[in-house]
């Protein structure tokens, strides 16, 4: 069985970030981590998501995702956060889960574990690196090991050159150049997060 246990936990309203955790998680597959791929709970009422047609399908495409919980943090050794800007921060659904973690927390359930954060906006200067730092913030009071992709492979500077997590703007595909950059991202993680296990 593999060492490396990565929990990648995303949110998306429209399916973008959901698309990108995909991504993710068939690189770390690959890269021979045991993946969970979990969303966050909506916290918006159902009756906001309906009353747009966009949010409303990005719902039903993912209803067969499990939802995170606490659980799933303790059990794993590796995190990929994943989810869109609002206003330059993460979405309030991410904070919420977040704000379920303070019991794993207090155990030292979050400390030592390999970690890194994606995002997406409307622009490119939208807030892509500031919600992803935002994060990282929150990551550190963990005492988790934030594992940044840096510039660290070419990937990155075709994909936007983003070294604090790879970030993708609406509008563009999700195209080879941005599965390289995640999958060098994820790759990254997951050898980390293997030597911290070893
Ligand atoms: C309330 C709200 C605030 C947003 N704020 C920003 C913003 O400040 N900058 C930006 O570029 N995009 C912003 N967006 C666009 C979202 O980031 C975009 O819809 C998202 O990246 C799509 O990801 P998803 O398909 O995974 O939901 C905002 C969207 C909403 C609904």
Redesign the pocket.
């Known amino acids: 069985m593999s060492a490396v246990k990565l929990a990648i936990i995303?949110?998306?309203?429209?399916?973008?970030?959901?698309?990108?955790a995909e991504i993710a998680a068939e690189a770390a597959r690959s890269a021979g981590a045991e993946v969970r791929l979990l969303r966050v709970a909506e916290t918006a009422p159902e009756a906001v998501v309906n009353a747009q047609d966009?949010?409303k399908a990005?719902a039903e495409a993912q209803k067969a995702v499990p939802v995170a919980t606490p659980d799933d943090m303790e059990w794993a050794n590796a995190y990929l956060f994943?989810?869109?800007?609002?206003?330059?921060?993460a979405?309030s659904q991410v904070r919420s889960f977040i704000d379920t973690l303070g019991g794993v927390w207090f155990k030292g359930g979050l400390a030592n574990k390999a970690i890194s954060a994606m995002?997406?906006?409307?622009?490119?200067?939208?807030?892509?690196e500031a919600?992803i730092l935002g994060l990282y913030t929150t990551f550190l009071h963990w005492g988790a090991i934030i594992v940044a992709p840096g510039y660290t492979d070419a990937a990155i500077f075709a994909a936007g050159g983003n070294p604090y997590g790879y970030s993708?703007?609406?509008g563009a595909a999700l195209d080879d150049k941005a599965k390289a950059a995640i999958g060098h991202q994820v790759r990254r993680l997951v050898e980390i997060a293997g030597k911290l296990a070893a």
Request: aromatic residues 14%; charged residues 5%.
């Open positions: 995303y949110y998306s309203t429209y399916g973008t970030n959901h698309a990108m966009g949010w990005a994943s989810g869109p800007t609002r206003f330059g921060q979405t995002t997406s906006a409307q622009n490119p200067h939208g807030g892509q919600t993708h703007t609406q």
